[in-house]
C-alpha cells in the first residue's frame, strides 16, 4: 500500500515552499513581485521606516528647543541694563558667546570711566568667556579683541609689560587683520614717543609687509610717518 504523506511536514528550515512560491511568480507581473517583496521584507521595512521617523521628529525636537532657548537667552542679555546684571549673566552662562559679549561690554564701560586697571581684568576675564564658547571666528575675534584692550588698559596703567601683551597681538598670525594692524600702529606710536624710531619703523614696515595693501590702518600710518620725518630716513644706531 502506497505511503500516505499527505499529514507529513517538511523538516525545520527546508526551504522547498520557497521555491515553489518563487517558481509561481516567475511570470508576476509588477504588482505581484512588490507582494512578493513586502511580504517578505515588511518588519524590516517598518523597522526601519520608524527609525528614520523617530530620527527626524528627535532632530526637529532638538532643533526648535534650542531655537527657543536661544531667543530666550538673547532676551535674558537684553534685559541686562548694568554692570552687576552683565557680570550675573556672564556668571550663568559661561559657556556662551553672549557671556563674553555681557563682560566686554563691562569693560568697555570701566575704560570709559578710566578705571583702566579694572577694565583690565574685566577684559581678562571675557577673552577667558570667549575660549569657553568655542572656536568660531567671531567668538575667537571677541577674544583677541579683548586681549589686545586689555593690554591697552594696562599701558594706560603704567603697568610694565603692557607692550610686550600688545606686540603678542601684532605677532599673531590667526588675529583679525584690523586688531593687528592697530597692535602695529600703537607701538610705532609708543616708539615714536620714547624718540627710537628704529622701533618705530619696524613696525610700520612691519604693517606694509603683514597687512593688506588697503587695510584700515593706512591713513593713520602715512599720517604719522608724515609727520615723524625720522621715520622717512631714520638714524642709524649707535655703534655700541
Not at 499527505?6 to 528550515?13: H, I, L, M, V
Not at 518563487?22 to 511580504?39: I, M, Q, S, Y
Not at 532632530?59 to 541694563?81: D, K
Not at 556668571?91 to 569693560?107: I, Y
Given at each position: 500500500?502506497?505511503?500516505?504523506r499527505?499529514?507529513?511536514?517538511?523538516?525545520?528550515?527546508d526551504?522547498?515552499?520557497?521555491?515553489?512560491?518563487?517558481?509561481?511568480?516567475?511570470?508576476?507581473?509588477?504588482?505581484?513581485?512588490?507582494?512578493?517583496?513586502?511580504?517578505?521584507?515588511?518588519?524590516?521595512?517598518?523597522?526601519?521606516?520608524?527609525?528614520?521617523?523617530?530620527?527626524i521628529?528627535?532632530?526637529?525636537?532638538?532643533?526648535?528647543?534650542?531655537?527657543?532657548?536661544?531667543?530666550?537667552?538673547?532676551?535674558?542679555?537684553?534685559?541686562?541694563?548694568?554692570e552687576?546684571?552683565?557680570?550675573?549673566?556672564a556668571?550663568?552662562?559661561?559657556?556662551?558667546?553672549?557671556?563674553?559679549?555681557?563682560?566686554?561690554?563691562?569693560?568697555d564701560d570701566?575704560?570709559?570711566?578710566?578705571?583702566?586697571?579694572?577694565?583690565?581684568?574685566?577684559?581678562?576675564?571675557?577673552?577667558r568667556?570667549?575660549?569657553?564658547?568655542?572656536?568660531a571666528?567671531?567668538v575667537?575675534?571677541?577674544?583677541?579683541?579683548?586681549?589686545?584692550?586689555?593690554?591697552?588698559?594696562?599701558?594706560?596703567?603704567?603697568?610694565?609689560?603692557?607692550?610686550?601683551?600688545?606686540?603678542?597681538?601684532?605677532?599673531?598670525?590667526?588675529?583679525?587683520?584690523?586688531?593687528?594692524?592697530f597692535?602695529?600702529?600703537?607701538?610705532?606710536?609708543?616708539?615714536?614717543a620714547?624718540g627710537?624710531?628704529?622701533?618705530?619703523?619696524?613696525?610700520?614696515?612691519a604693517?606694509d609687509?603683514?597687512?593688506?595693501?588697503?587695510?584700515?590702518?593706512?591713513?593713520?600710518?602715512?599720517?604719522?610717518?608724515?609727520?615723524?620725518?625720522?621715520?622717512?630716513?631714520?638714524?642709524?644706531?649707535?655703534?655700541?
Open positions: 500500500m502506497p505511503e500516505d499527505s499529514n507529513k511536514q517538511p523538516p525545520a528550515g526551504d522547498r515552499n520557497l521555491v515553489v512560491v518563487d517558481e509561481d511568480f516567475v511570470n508576476a507581473d509588477t504588482e505581484d513581485r512588490l507582494w512578493l517583496f513586502w511580504e517578505r521584507n515588511k518588519d524590516v521595512i517598518v523597522k526601519a521606516t520608524f527609525a528614520v521617523v523617530v530620527g521628529l528627535a532632530f526637529l525636537a532638538y532643533f526648535f528647543w534650542n531655537e527657543s532657548r536661544r531667543e530666550a537667552l538673547g532676551e535674558e542679555f537684553t534685559a541686562c541694563q548694568d552687576a546684571a552683565r557680570r550675573a549673566f556668571g550663568r552662562h559661561p559657556g556662551e558667546a553672549l557671556a563674553a559679549v555681557a563682560l566686554t561690554d563691562v569693560a570701566l575704560k570709559k570711566a578710566g578705571k583702566f586697571a579694572d577694565a583690565a581684568k574685566a577684559y581678562d576675564e571675557a577673552n568667556l570667549a575660549g569657553l564658547a568655542g572656536k571666528p567671531a575667537a575675534a571677541l577674544g583677541t579683541r579683548a586681549r589686545l584692550y586689555a593690554a591697552l588698559c594696562r599701558l594706560e596703567a603704567g603697568e610694565a609689560g603692557a607692550d610686550k601683551a600688545i606686540a603678542a597681538v601684532a605677532d599673531d598670525a590667526n588675529a583679525p587683520e584690523t586688531l593687528r594692524g597692535a602695529m600702529l600703537t607701538l610705532a606710536n609708543l616708539a615714536v620714547k627710537d624710531a628704529a622701533e618705530a619703523t619696524k613696525w610700520l614696515n604693517m609687509k603683514k597687512l593688506r595693501a588697503g587695510h584700515v590702518w593706512k591713513s593713520d600710518k602715512e599720517a604719522l610717518v608724515q609727520s615723524e620725518p625720522a621715520l622717512i630716513a631714520p638714524a642709524a644706531p649707535t655703534a655700541k
